[in-house]
């Protein structure tokens, strides 16, 4: 029934045992649950381009936060069975796409991402945990990135180039409140994240989920610029809050914005810009990444 349940709702699901996975990797947190279930659901291949006034971060959060999303399907679709589990969505200890990986319904791409054949790389990831034991439902998945080198190609930061590097990838920097070099500056395209490697993606070709209406893209897909300056940080989640973007922060946000501005070449935001160098609430590894940018900024013949 747990099983059958969960297909109602998400797009794919896999089932293993607990062991299989704690003979790859120890997690004292799946101690007592016997088995886990993989479930997967897609989300728009939509891309929104940059405004004059109002910016974008990677697509998965045009939607509402995948993170709510998804526990409340989970929760919805088991509460009457009377069953122990636990609804885990990423921040968590267990290796989510290792168990996808184990399923066989997707396999790691050169790009690091997971990729479905349905869904490519344009889904979101969770586990159900039971405390009781069900039949495993594993695949066979021969798919591969085969001698494909699009996306290592395509990457602006030569994070793919020796495998996955973390620390080059604009996705992983942009993230960091720390003070950015001038050329992680000049390469940041998105208020946080990066798609670049997943638009390129042949298996991606063609993609695009539309059943999950809290996926599509909403207003706030788009952030006003002026908020980022003007809002507080309680009235910006007030506005913002549904989305995924939002868990770093509005500084680092309007940081990242900053660097967009820059890109553009947009001065209109000068004087905001220097308002905040002045304002003690904003933290140093800002000011410094917002001086810096500035300056260049002020280069710009109006």
Same mark, same amino acid.
């Given at each position: ?126 586990? #159900? #945990? ?26 602006? #930061? ?145």
């Amino acid at each position: 029934m747990v099983l059958e349940r969960l297909k109602e709702a998400f797009d794919f699901v896999g089932v293993i045992d607990t062991n299989r996975y704690l003979d790859i990797k120890f997690d004292y947190n799946l101690i007592g649950y016997e088995s886990i279930f993989v479930v997967g659901l897609g989300y728009p291949n939509t891309y929104l381009k940059h405004e004059k006034d109002k910016l974008t971060a990677s697509m998965y959060t045009y939607g509402y936060d995948y993170h709510d999303v998804l526990k409340t399907l989970m929760h919805e679709s088991l509460k009457d069975l009377g069953i122990e589990y636990k609804a885990l969505v990423d921040n968590h200890t267990v290796d989510e796409r290792k168990c996808l990986e184990l399923t066989g319904l997707a396999f790691k791409g050169k790009n690091n991402l997971m990729i479905n054949k349905n869904l490519g790389s344009f889904f979101f990831i969770g586990l #159900v #945990v039971t405390k009781n034991k069900y039949p495993e439902l594993i695949v066979k998945n021969n798919d591969s990135c085969g001698d494909c080198t699009i996306c290592i190609k395509a990457c602006p #930061v030569k994070a793919l180039d020796d495998g996955f590097d973390w620390k080059k990838c604009i996705s992983g920097y942009n993230q960091e409140k720390r003070s950015l070099t001038d050329y992680e500056i000049e390469k940041n395209t998105l208020l946080m994240g990066c798609d670049i490697c997943q638009r390129v993606c042949p298996y991606n070709k063609g993609v695009n989920s539309t059943n999950i209406e809290a996926f599509h893209a909403k207003p706030t897909a788009y952030v006003i610029i002026n908020d980022l300056f003007d809002l507080t940080q309680k009235d910006f989640n007030k506005k913002y809050g549904k989305h995924a973007y939002v868990w770093r922060g509005k500084t680092l946000l309007l940081r990242n914005a900053l660097t967009i501005l820059l890109r553009q070449k947009n001065t209109a935001y000068n004087d905001k810009i220097k308002e905040t160098l002045n304002d003690k609430k904003y933290p140093e590894w800002y000011k410094v990444d917002a001086n810096n940018i500035l300056e260049k900024l002020e280069k710009f013949k109006v």
